[in-house]
């Protein structure tokens, strides 16, 4: 994509310039010149969202233009109180019913995490989302990856291990027992112990070389998704745990990863019933 600046609009405040992050604007007020060096710009967009004339192209077209508060639908409007709502009432939902996504709600998801911000601009992320019975069969594909570690974890050797990673809570044996009971039911469709019955499951992957920062910015992208599906009555967890299970490509390719990709995210979404009346309490952060 290529960035130019039209002269005729332009006014020379040098803001685009200002908000650069690769510094590759050029703007001399005296002779009324103004130009971005293709060679060098990442393509963060930075120039054309700033621009109060609109005199910055991409490819020879504006960029789309904030929609005027008379035109921002009740309840999705930018003020302050909205925002902080919707981030600190976003709860990780185990329990979904039975009403179906919409297209456009998942598109919409879809467009939150495509438009987020990126470590240098690298846009690495990419989504795969995983729908109806493939939920299910996923579901029990990982189920019985687990399974297979479990017996190694339920050994001194591996309870060890997660101590010392600090993760002492899991080689509790009731809770290693847990697990098994649970991960079994999945596999003979009993419950849905891994995805809770979502209707849809999000992945996040990542370039395999190359690029760093990868699990950043599907954590950043993951966020947005998940706060814009908040916003829409949709409900959303992270499964730490199907990540954990597909830790080589020959499991990442069961479902649909490609093989120089990684994962960096797996998030469900769906309708539930439950309703939430109250903020969580946590610890203070420090000021």
Same mark, same amino acid.
């Given at each position: 994509? %290529?960035?130019?600046?039209?002269?005729?609009?332009?006014?020379?405040?040098?803001?685009?310039?200002?908000?650069?992050?690769?510094?590759? %604007?050029?703007?001399?007020?005296?002779?009324?010149?103004? =130009?971005? !060096?293709?060679?060098?710009? %990442?393509?963060?967009?930075?120039?054309?969202?700033?621009?109060?004339?609109?005199?910055?192209?991409?490819?020879?077209?504006?960029?789309?233009?904030?929609?005027?508060?008379?035109?921002? /639908?009740?309840?999705?409007?930018?003020?302050?109180?909205?925002?902080?709502?919707?981030?600190?009432?976003?709860?990780?939902?185990?329990?979904?019913?039975?009403?179906?996504?919409?297209?456009?709600?998942? =598109?919409?998801?879809?467009?939150?995490?495509?438009?987020?911000?990126?470590?240098?601009?690298?846009?690495?992320?990419?989504?795969?989302? %995983?729908?109806?019975?493939?939920?299910?069969?996923?579901?029990?594909?990982?189920? &019985?990856?687990?399974? &297979?570690?479990? /017996?190694?974890?339920?050994?001194?050797?591996?309870?060890?291990?997660?101590?010392?990673?600090?993760?002492?809570?899991?080689?509790?044996?009731?809770?290693? !027992?847990?697990?098994?009971?649970?991960?079994?039911?999945?596999? !003979?469709?009993?419950?849905?112990?891994?995805?809770?019955?979502?209707?849809?499951?999000?992945?996040?992957?990542?370039?395999?070389?190359?690029?760093?920062?990868?699990?950043?910015?599907?954590?950043?992208?993951?966020?947005?998704?998940?706060?814009?599906?908040?916003? &829409?009555?949709?409900?959303?967890?992270?499964?730490?745990?199907?990540?954990?299970?597909?830790?080589?490509?020959?499991?990442?390719?069961?479902?649909?990863?490609?093989?120089?990709?990684?994962?960096?995210?797996?998030?469900?979404?769906?309708?539930?019933?439950?309703?939430?009346?109250?903020?969580?309490?946590?610890?203070?952060?420090?000021?």
């Amino acid at each position: 994509m %290529i960035f130019t600046i039209d002269t005729e609009k332009c006014t020379f405040c040098g803001l685009c310039a200002d908000d650069c992050t690769a510094r590759v %604007i050029r703007i001399n007020k005296a002779s009324k010149t103004a =130009e971005i !060096n293709s060679s060098k710009c %990442i393509e963060c967009a930075h120039c054309g969202m700033i621009c109060p004339a609109g005199a910055v192209t991409a490819d020879g077209n504006q960029l789309p233009p904030y929609p005027d508060a008379a035109d921002i /639908p009740e309840g999705c409007g930018a003020a302050a109180e909205l925002l902080e709502h919707l981030i600190l009432s976003k709860r990780s939902i185990r329990k979904y019913n039975n009403t179906p996504l919409r297209q456009a709600d998942i =598109e919409a998801i879809l467009l939150a995490g495509q438009l987020t911000a990126t470590a240098s601009n690298s846009r690495q992320v990419d989504s795969i989302v %995983i729908r109806g019975a493939q939920v299910k069969d996923s579901a029990v594909f990982i189920a &019985r990856i687990i399974l &297979r570690i479990l /017996p190694l974890v339920g050994n001194p050797a591996g309870r060890l291990v997660l101590k010392i990673a600090g993760l002492k809570r899991y080689a509790d044996k009731s809770l290693i !027992n847990y697990f098994h009971k649970k991960l079994t039911e999945i596999i !003979n469709g009993e419950s849905d112990f891994l995805f809770f019955n979502a209707p849809a499951v999000v992945i996040l992957t990542y370039s395999d070389k190359g690029k760093m920062f990868g699990r950043t910015d599907c954590a950043l992208a993951g966020q947005n998704m998940m706060l814009t599906a908040h916003n &829409r009555g949709i409900g959303s967890c992270m499964i730490g745990f199907a990540e954990a299970a597909l830790w080589n490509k020959h499991l990442r390719r069961e479902l649909g990863v490609a093989s120089d990709r990684r994962i960096g995210l797996i998030f469900t979404l769906g309708h539930t019933d439950r309703k939430y009346h109250r903020y969580p309490s946590r610890m203070k952060w420090e000021v």
